[in-house]
């Protein structure tokens, strides 16, 4: 892996870092009532970036 590789991966891992934690304070302030809006958004935002992951909590879903 070269060191151009090894920043991606870095700022990707800081990216989807940053982004949970958004998606965890936004839980937060609105009382996990809209926790599954949320997700869904965080979802299509990190799919825009290119950041798609599998999410262990919800089977099936990218």
């Known amino acids: 892996m070269g060191i151009l590789d090894r920043f991606r991966h870095h ?9 949970d934690t958004a998606e965890q304070k936004a839980n937060e302030k609105t009382g996990g009532k809209y926790e599954s809006q949320i ?11 290119g950041m798609d992951r599998e999410r262990p909590d919800r089977p099936g879903q990218p």
């Open 39 to 49: 997700d869904d958004a965080q979802q299509k935002a990190e799919g825009a970036l």
């Open 11 to 19: 700022g990707q891992d800081k990216a989807k870092n940053m982004s």
